[in-house]
């Protein structure tokens, strides 16, 4: 009865990181699917991915078992399954190469200027994870080069709006 309720206890206090592992796992899924042109496999597990990254949060939250660790794991898990999903679409030509570094330094901006016992948001980083994966999204669902070319001009403008927002909010810091 006893270990019955440490394993309840211990999948309640992990379930929202297993959440973000399981985000970081469908990351080369999604990259082989997409490179060998399984679009409908990739728009799926792109999909089932961003649905845990809601879920893990939210059950976070109302777990009351949010942790700096688990926030952590939640960004890298983000950082992986953007960087793998917009790689995926430069290899296929979808993308120029340099947006890769430009959203790799971003998320080394954050990583970076959060210690890790406090967490910074600043007002525009909050969104941008989410931005990003909805410019994903769309690129999948309309894969049109013309609209690739408003996705990337929104993408470069965002970005750098998010990282001129870091550093003031690094600077003049609100921590959570």
Known sequence: MINSRLNLSFIKNNFPSILSLLRILAAPIFFYLFVNNFFGGAIIIFILAGFTDFLDGFLARKLDVDSRIGAYLD???DFILIIICFGAMVFQGWYPLLLLPLLGAVFALFLLSS??????????GKYWGGF???????????PLPL???YFLISILIFTVLSAVSRIIFFLHPKRI
Request: proline letters at 7%; charged letters at 20%.
């Open 147 to 149: 609209l690739r070319e």
């Open 115 to 124: 210690p890790f016992k406090e967490l910074i948001y600043d007002p525009l």
């Open 132 to 142: 990003l994966m909805l410019i994903i999204l769309l690129s999948l669902l309309f």
């Open 75 to 77: 960004v890298l898990a």
